[in-house]
């Protein structure tokens, strides 16, 4: 089919130039756009009030179906947990009892680290959480990977804190409003964290890959330091997260570098906690000015 | 009697003819905020989709300027840096204006393929765009998302029309 010709001029006046107006205010937006699209570029936190509020109406939208969504969740686990119960089972009571050594193992080393850091006179001032509060939404549809955590400034969430489940680190504050915030998840492309790998005290840089997985790249080149299975836990450089902090698990090793997952599932953490900037860094005083 | 109603719906619109294509859209965006967490994009992008749907559907009733109120709420929902849909939708309705004019036949696969090719250009467009200096998102993690955007189309367009006709019923 033919379709109509709607946007014809003909020769009535008032239509040419509503038509022309009409480009003329969409060329003017564009050109807005393309200066507010720059400026977000060259500072990520411009018009924070705007986007703050915006983040508080999304969650009341958001907060109100998330206990549904969880229920659906735990009826899948339920379920789940029938099918080969009693493998399972013992399974669970092998793995229970080796466990156990482990656990009495570590308790031992726990005591013998303190009294070594007590000999040697090293302080750490390990931050104490702020507050935990429910991840309760994301961005499903953008190319950003966000959650939406139910606490705000007026809790004393500041953008750049660390968010933490008990399973492992989440990601970090980026944006704030009044009683919701905005949390960089692990892995979004900007996330950047500086890792050191259990088994061989590695340092690395984990880096979010946007697809549910993360990046890990040894800080000193060559050779294949990476292995299936190996845990990578925070390293405390640079000072935004706390060190030991468990991050991910590498899933698969590509020369030297290797895709890791994240050990925290916001998905399914019910309750992500917040701890302040571990170092803030050290603003260096201004030089004294040349005579 | 008839023309008397005839006469008042011309003197004014009822809201509805106003604000259900509106809402439709910023409805999609909204869809942004289920209450899922997802480590992927996976929900396809439904408020690009609706004004898409609606473009192609009632052609007359959109001006290109309109796509930037409606971006700049899509970007404040979706949490992209202002300004990406607001530039991609409007470039895109000024497309279709261009498209308008030089396609003279048009078909129902015709629309979908029209569809297509802009949600894949516009999310494309969005990742390029939303990409912070130093990241390292491959570009193939949008293939899902425009798989299922593309093959719900069909789906968004009949629920417009059928939108379109309760806005349009008297």
Known sequence: MAAPRHRRRGFSRRVQFGLFAGYVIATVGLIVAL??????????????????????????????????????HDAGDEIDAYVDAGGQNRALKRELAAERRAVIAAKAILLENARLKRLALLTEHLPSPILS???IGSTPSGQRRFATLA?????????GMAVRAPEGLVGRIFETGIFASRVLLLTDGETAVPVRMTRSNIAALATGQGDGTMEIRSLIAGGRPFRRGDLAVTSGTGGVYAPNVPVAVVVEVRSDRAIAR?????????????????????VEPPAQPKP | MMSAREHDYVAKPPLR????????????????????????????PLGLMMLLAWRLLRQ???AAWAALPLGLADDLISGHYLGTSMILWTVALLVLDWVDHHLVWRDWWMEWLIAAIGIVAIDIGAWAASQPTDSSTPIK???????????LFPAILRLTATLDRWRLRR
């Open chain 2, 141 to 151: 993690t949008l293939i899902p998302q425009l798989i299922g955007a593309i093959l």
């Open chain 1, 151 to 159: 606490a705000g400034r007026r809790e004393g969430v500041r953008p």
């Open chain 2, 17 to 44: 003819t106003i604000a259900v294509p509106i809402g439709s859209i910023l409805l999609g965006s909204a869809m942004g905020l289920l209450p899922v967490i997802a480590t992927e994009p996976i929900l396809p």
């Open chain 1, 35 to 72: 200066a507010l699209l720059l400026v977000a570029r060259f500072d990520p936190r411009a018009f924070s009030t705007v986007r703050g509020i915006a983040i508080d109406g999304g969650s009341l939208f958001t907060g109100v179906g998330r206990t549904a969504i969880r229920s659906l």
């Open chain 2, 60 to 62: 007359e009733m959109w």
């Open chain 1, 133 to 135: 509060a429910r991840l």
């Open chain 1, 262 to 282: 994240p050990l925290a599932d916001p998905a399914r953490a019910d309750f992500a906690v917040v701890y302040p900037i571990f170092q803030a860094p050290v």
